[in-house]
């Protein structure tokens, strides 16, 4: 489904994501209320970061027969997209090699798809998993439920231009010649990008939304699709999440119980992802 895309940003996200944590002075970081609020890289940046020797390290670990692999990994796991992307430009100013394809002379296999992304953007990155979910036969309905559902609005964006530069056609083409119905209005409005959290839109009260969704009563949410796409698809994440425990509180059950009774198929996957 996503290949090694997991694996990659793992290794080359230099992004940082917030962990909510239940337990008292982790790391010794103290909040109130017994809530801890961590920053984790996922990579930090290699220190000292020479790019030169580096570069001279990998020239060396793809000589003669053979190569060894293990600096090769060593060098890639360990230096963040930006790092990285200095070594690819030094390794050709010194010795007139595209760094990439130098390394993809010196392996096989889905191994060959990580070395590139590792060096891509992360935008290029997802474009090209969004292409390959609708090529061919059949399309890959998890793959594009778990991207278009996770990214933020200024990530899916900014895949949104890098595919259109990776296939000179917009991604919203391909979803609407790919999939039909709820599920299709939902992945369009998706990859238009949600609100920021800071959004003026972001400050209205959970509450008003819940009693919408209360309001249109039970086994009545598909017949108002335009609302629901515009509360699961356009509102902040950050705001998402205080709407679901709104809801939860009010109603004495989680959100996924009425979308799981409300919804089929694709569409019904699709807001469950966004609810999870």
């Not at 690819?88 to 595209?98: E, F, H, P, R, S």
């Not at 209005?185 to 800071?198: A, H, M, S, T, Y």
Request: glycine fraction near 6%; charged fraction near 25%.
């Amino acid at each position: 489904m996503l290949k090694y895309v997991i694996v990659v940003i793992t290794l080359s996200i230099s992004q940082q994501i917030s962990a909510q944590l239940q337990w008292p002075n982790l790391f010794g970081t103290n909040t109130n209320n017994n809530n801890y609020t961590l920053t984790i890289p996922t990579v930090v940046p290699a220190k000292p970061f020479n790019a030169v020797h580096t570069c001279e390290l990998l020239k060396l670990s793809m000589q003669g027969v053979g190569r060894n692999s293990d600096t090769i990994m060593k060098i890639l796991a360990t230096h963040t997209f930006d790092q990285r992307s200095e070594i690819a430009a030094t390794y050709k100013t010194l010795y007139n090699q595209d760094l990439v394809q130098k390394l993809i002379t010196e392996y096989d296999g889905y191994i060959l798809d990580v070395i590139k992304y590792l060096f891509w953007p992360r935008e290029k990155m997802y474009a090209r998993e969004l292409h390959d979910a609708m090529q061919g036969l059949g399309t890959d309905e998890d793959a594009l439920i778990e991207m278009c559902a996770s990214l933020d609005g200024h990530e899916l964006r900014r895949v949104s231009s890098a595919y259109i530069q990776l296939y000179e056609k917009t991604l919203e083409t391909d979803i609407k010649g790919d999939t039909s119905g709820f599920f299709r209005d939902l992945l369009v409005e998706l990859i238009k990008g949600r609100e920021p959290d800071n959004s003026p839109n972001s400050v209205q009260l959970p509450r008003y939304t819940v009693e919408t969704l209360n309001n249109m009563g039970q086994g009545q949410w598909s017949n108002n699709k335009d609302t629901i796409r515009n509360i699961f698809c356009k509102k902040s994440f950050t705001e998402l999440r205080e709407i679901f425990a709104e809801y939860e509180r009010r109603n004495g059950r989680k959100i996924e119980m009425d979308i799981e009774s409300e919804f089929r198929s694709d569409a019904k996957r699709t807001l469950l992802a966004i609810g999870r």
